[in-house]
C-alpha cells in the first residue's frame, strides 16, 4: 500500500495539488480524472516523487517514509511508469526496450555490457503477456501507436513493480487500441496484485475500467469512489460541461497476436 498524508504540491507559489490524504491499495485500478490542469498529473508524479510533496508524506509498505534518496530510489525501482508518448528507444528492438525494465536491478558498470539470459527471459515472458513476443526482434519504431504502447507496458512490467503509473496512456490512441491497452493494465492488476493509478480524460473509459475513480478539480480531491457511484452531473462537473458521460460500448479486448517461442527469441539476431 502507498499512502500520501496530507500532501501539497508547489509550483513557485502556485499549489498545484492542495493537502491531500489518499491510500492506494495493491491490485486496485485507480483511474484520476478532471479538467485539464486539475492536478491529476501532479499527484500520479507525486506518487514516485518525480513531483517533490512541498508538505506532508508519502509511506510505501515494505519501503517506509519516502524521506530519503535510498527509500526512493527502492520504491522506483518497483515503479513502472507508462507515457502518453510511449517514451521508447526508436532505433532499437523492442526487446533492447523492455529490457530497459531491467535496469534497476543491476549496478550501471553491469548495464554496460548484455545482461544475462535471465534478464531476456523476464523481457521476453513480459511481451508474451501483451501479446508481442513475436515483435521481439523488430525495431520498436515499425509497431503501430497501440502496439508501441504495449512495449511501454511490457517495459514497466519487466521491472516487476508494486506501482505502476500511466499518465494518459491512451490519449494518442484509436478507440480500439484505447480498450485494448486499459483491459491488459487491468488485467496485469488483478492477476499481479499491482496498485495501478491512471489519468485519463474518457469518462466512458474511466467508467468502464476503474475499480475506482478519483475526480480532482483546482488541486482538490472532489471524488474518490466507484465507477457506479459517479452521476453524470458529477461527471459533467469535473469538466465543467453540460454534457454527460456516454454509455460504454460492450465490447472483449482485441485477441493477443500468435505466440513465438523463446528459444527462436533468444537465439535470433537482433536488427543493427
Ligand atoms: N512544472 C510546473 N511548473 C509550474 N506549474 C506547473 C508545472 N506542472 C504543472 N503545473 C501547473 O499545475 C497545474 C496542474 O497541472 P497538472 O499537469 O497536474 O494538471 P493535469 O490535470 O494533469 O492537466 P492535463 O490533463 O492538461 O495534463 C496546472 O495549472 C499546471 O499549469
Same mark, same amino acid.
Not at 485539464?36 to 492536478?39: Q, T, V
Given at each position: 500500500m502507498i499512502q500520501l498524508h496530507k500532501v501539497s504540491v508547489q509550483y513557485g507559489s502556485f499549489t498545484a495539488l492542495h493537502s491531500t490524504t489518499l491510500a492506494f491499495v495493491p491490485g486496485q485500478f485507480t483511474v484520476l480524472l478532471g479538467a *485539464?490542469? @486539475?492536478?491529476k498529473s501532479t499527484l500520479l508524479r507525486s506518487l514516485n516523487l518525480l513531483a517533490r510533496p512541498s508538505a506532508g508524506h508519502i509511506t510505501v509498505d515494505g519501503v517506509g517514509e519516502l524521506d530519503h534518496a535510498g527509500r526512493v530510489h527502492e520504491h522506483r525501482k518497483r515503479t513502472g511508469m507508462i507515457f502518453q508518448q510511449h &517514451?521508447?528507444? @526508436?532505433? &532499437? *528492438?523492442v526487446l533492447a526496450n523492455v529490457l530497459l525494465g531491467r535496469i534497476g536491478y543491476h549496478p550501471a558498470w553491469r548495464t554496460m555490457f548484455p545482461l544475462p539470459y535471465g534478464e531476456r527471459r523476464i523481457a521476453l515472458e513480459c511481451l508474451e503477456r501483451v501479446g508481442l513476443l513475436h515483435k521481439a $526482434? %523488430?525495431?520498436?519504431?515499425?509497431?503501430s501507436g497501440g502496439q508501441q504502447q504495449r512495449v511501454g507496458i511490457a517495459r514497466a512490467l519487466a521491472q516487476q513493480p508494486r506501482l505502476m503509473l500511466a499518465d %494518459?496512456?491512451? @490519449? *494518442? $490512441?484509436d478507440p480500439a487500441s484505447s480498450r485494448q491497452v486499459l483491459a491488459q493494465l487491468k488485467r496485469f492488476c488483478h492477476e499481479d496484485g499491482i496498485t495501478i493509478v491512471v489519468s485519463l480524460h474518457q469518462v466512458d473509459l474511466a467508467c468502464e475500467y476503474a475499480d475506482r475513480i478519483i475526480g480532482l478539480s483546482h488541486g482538490h480531491v472532489v471524488f474518490d469512489s466507484t465507477p457506479d457511484a459517479l452521476t453524470p452531473v458529477q461527471a459533467a462537473a469535473l469538466y465543467e460541461q453540460k454534457t454527460a458521460p456516454s454509455e460504454a460500448p460492450d465490447h472483449q479486448a482485441k485477441p493477443i497476436e500468435p505466440k513465438a517461442t523463446f528459444v527462436q527469441l533468444a537465439t535470433a539476431k537482433e536488427p543493427a
Open positions: *485539464s490542469g @486539475a492536478g &517514451q521508447l528507444i @526508436a532505433r &532499437q *528492438s $526482434l %523488430e525495431r520498436v519504431d515499425c509497431l %494518459e496512456p491512451v @490519449a *494518442s $490512441l
